[in-house]
């Protein structure tokens, strides 16, 4: 069965506190992405990326940044949590090509920032 | 820039009952993919179609359909005869383009459905 892990279902950290949500895929995907989604807003892309070691901004990246070393893993860096940032985070991966291209997503990560 | 609006907010039908959630699109391109996901209350978005834009043909599964209307920008989902496990959240999304970077999805707001017993 085809996964994508969140390390936490919950969290809750503190204003100016790193933050780091990791992300882990077992489908060998090339393509991963981070999401937020926030009551009436729907899911906007924060950031992605299509190979190891690459990332492109998405469509709110500002307070954020990525990093992939490894093909099945996305990390997710907030440098500095603000409480506009207390959202649901959902992590998605998805093959490259081959025609039949859809997002597979783990189950988020609802992190609060105090 | 593409946009996809789903202006049904909640929705509430009783068990039985048939609904459709309303999904319409703004894009230039004139090769994109529509999707519709599923977020149950586990959390985790379920891909239920994909549909890409050469094909205006109606698709149904089980009590699933879909109404793809290019003339109208639309791509509606309706549920036959609900049951409470249809109670979910519902995505519409669109990708534009064909190939590289065509998963990179923009998703309508969600419209939460509820199956009352």
């Known amino acids: 069965d085809v996964k994508v892990t969140q390390s936490s279902r919950y969290l809750v950290k503190r204003t100016g506190e790193k933050v780091f949500l990791e992300c882990v895929q077992d489908m060998d995907h090339e393509n991963m992405f981070w999401y937020r989604q926030d009551p009436g807003l729907g899911l906007r892309l924060i950031y992605f990326?299509?190979?190891?070691?690459?990332?492109e901004k998405g469509d709110i990246p500002e307070g954020y940044s990525v990093s992939r070393e490894k093909k099945e893993r996305f990390s997710l860096i907030l440098e500095s949590a603000s409480t506009n940032q207390t959202s649901m985070y959902l992590c998605a991966s998805s093959p490259m090509g081959g025609g039949d291209e859809k997002l597979f997503f783990g189950s988020g990560t609802q992190l609060s920032v105090l | 820039a593409q946009k996809v609006t789903q202006a049904q907010t909640e929705i509430s039908v009783v068990e039985k009952e048939d609904v459709t959630l309303d999904c319409v699109y703004e894009?230039?391109?004139?090769?994109?993919?529509l999707f519709w996901y599923k977020q149950p209350p586990s959390g985790e978005l379920v891909f239920l179609i994909r549909?890409?834009?050469?094909?205006?043909q109606n698709e149904i599964s089980g009590r699933y359909s879909w109404n793809f209307q290019k003339s109208t920008s639309s791509f509606n989902f309706t549920i036959t005869a609900s049951q409470v496990v249809d109670s979910a959240v519902y995505f519409c999304?669109?990708?534009?383009?064909?190939?590289?970077?065509?998963?990179?999805?923009?998703f309508g707001t969600g419209t939460r459905l509820t199956i009352i017993p």
């Open positions: 999304a669109l990708s534009e383009g064909v190939g590289f970077g065509n998963e990179k999805l923009t």
């Open positions: 990326s299509y190979d190891v070691k690459m990332k």
């Open positions: 549909r890409n834009s050469f094909d205006e």
């Open positions: 894009t230039r391109d004139t090769t994109y993919y």
